[in-house]
């Protein structure tokens, strides 16, 4: 069974940047998609980004194009979310998840339906 743990959240003022880190345990993880996803208080988890299985497909959220840059050191069984110009609105828990089952289209990469296995979160908060 993969277990995953995030890493890198904290305190940021606007326009500032954070690297969120994904750390893969129990299987290796090259074979999976793996998602960003990010849940503010009352609010619902929402798609961040996603790299597809295959490693061609990167998908992100509007929101956060341009800003945010999703990668994976499959070596290391670790996948990250590079985040610069930060903004408030970005405050919110940060998960990674991953598809251990079947490799879903982009467009169902943006839903959560498909991951099965998720970690525990990790705060970014952005004020000053």
């Known amino acids: 069974q993969v277990q995953l743990v995030e890493s890198g959240g904290g305190l940021v003022q606007p326009g500032g940047s954070l690297r969120l880190s994904c750390a893969a345990s129990g299987r290796t993880f090259e074979n999976y998609s793996m998602g960003w996803f990010r849940q503010a208080p009352g609010k619902e988890r929402e798609f961040v980004a996603a790299?597809?299985?295959?490693?061609?497909?990167?998908v992100y959220a509007d929101s956060v194009r341009g800003r945010f840059t999703i990668s994976r050191e499959n070596a290391k069984n670790t996948g990250h979310l590079q985040m610069n110009s930060l903004k408030p609105e970005d405050t919110a828990v940060y998960y990674c998840?991953?598809?251990?089952?079947?490799?879903?289209?982009?467009?169902?990469?943006?839903?959560?339906?498909?991951?099965?296995?998720w970690g525990q979160g990790t705060q970014v908060t952005v004020s000053s």
């Open positions: 998840a991953l598809v251990t089952k079947g490799n879903p289209i982009a467009s169902t990469l943006r839903t959560t339906a498909p991951y099965d296995v």
């Open positions: 790299f597809a299985r295959s490693g061609i497909r990167i």
